[in-house]
């Protein structure tokens, strides 16, 4: 039973997962935010609240659905499951944090009207929402297919798998440099990036904003919007920061579903978190530093795999110790407030 996956046991869970995201979707944007404006502390701190708790509440029904006859046994898949889930959803809400420090630079740079920020994360969010499922679904399948035989290393029979001891020694690496660079991208030309080249390279670009509009016609030619830019550059930003992120996830379960599930209601609370606490950036200047602790951690995590199992609660604990610990140093510790402007303001 403990290897069974959500998708076997409650398959309708899936359409469950999808029309909620769906819907929840249409209500942010079709509804609550129609019209573009600049999102209040208290607008973004509601909409924390509605998001944390969705995913909190579907952490119970990946209880529930495994606990299907309340045996000790099911019980003890029960929470080996649940803990993946908090687990998975919590790593990534935290490496996802640090997307909040470059989107702040990125708004900066392109100097985008606090009241567009809201549209461009939305479509951020849907580029996310396709892009992870291709990585988590892919990677799980590779995975799968990349254990080598059982063979005896260190008086221990072990299968080691090799995507996963690359992806180990990825994140460690990952996670050294991190704290090497301090989480300072500061000088990034992001009119250079991926993103914006692969817009500038369809459409000619206007050198003013247009509203929240995308596109702009200008002596009869349609052209994109430098908003439109600035959401090509966000949409990379996202796909390099999963290159760290998704391979963590993968050292704490194999279940697709459960993988993606936390990782997307990790990434929709990541707006109104922004919105939340952009103004406060500076009193969480030692969390790069944190998330290079636990992309070390998880990235070691991979490597003894083989040898050593660290249970999901375990993990659990030490990213949320790690996070802790890191806001609170924070907090003791704060940037001085005119280094904090002068690098917003580079």
Request: glycine share 8%; hydrophobic share 55%; charged share 15%.
């Amino acid at each position: 039973m403990e290897h069974q996956s959500i998708l076997e046991l409650h398959p309708g869970l899936v359409w469950g997962f999808a029309v909620t995201v769906v819907i929840m979707l249409l209500l942010d944007l079709g509804v609550f935010n129609k019209k573009s404006h600049e999102v209040s502390s208290k607008e973004a701190t509601i909409w924390s609240i509605v998001w944390i708790s969705l995913s909190m509440i579907f952490s119970g029904v990946v209880y529930w659905v495994f606990n299907t006859d309340g045996s000790p046994e099911s019980h003890a898949v029960a929470v080996e499951k649940f803990t993946q889930y908090q687990a998975a959803y919590w790593i990534e809400k935290a490496l996802s944090v640090d997307n909040l420090f470059v989107f702040i630079l990125v708004f900066g740079f392109f100097k985008v009207p606090k009241y567009l920020h809201h549209k461009v994360l939305f479509w951020g969010i849907i580029g996310a929402l396709i892009f992870r499922a291709i990585f988590i679904f892919a990677g799980v399948g590779l995975i799968n297919l990349t254990y080598l035989p059982e063979m005896n290393i260190f008086g221990k029979a072990v299968q080691i798998n090799v995507v996963m001891a690359l992806f180990g020694l990825f994140l460690v690496y990952a996670g050294i440099k991190s704290w090497g660079d301090g989480g300072d991208d500061d000088d990034e030309d992001y009119s250079n990036t991926a993103g914006a080249r692969l817009i500038k390279s369809f459409w000619k670009v206007s050198d003013n904003y247009d509203g929240d509009k995308f596109f702009t016609i200008q002596n009869g030619i349609k052209m994109a919007t430098p908003l439109l830019v600035v959401v090509g550059v966000i949409e990379f930003t996202d796909v390099l920061f999963a290159v760290d992120s998704i391979p963590a996830i993968f050292a704490i379960s194999n279940d697709p579903f459960i993988l993606y599930t936390s990782n997307i209601f990790a990434i929709l609370g990541l707006r109104s978190l922004y919105f939340l606490l952009a103004n406060f950036i500076h009193m969480f200047s030692k969390l790069p530093y944190g998330l290079a602790i636990i992309l070390s951690f998880i990235g070691v995590k991979m490597l003894i795999a083989p040898w050593i199992h660290i249970p999901s609660p375990v993990s659990l604990g030490i990213v949320g110790g790690v996070l802790v610990l890191s806001v609170l140093i924070s907090i003791m510790f704060p940037e001085k407030e005119d280094e904090e402007k002068e690098k917003l303001e580079k």
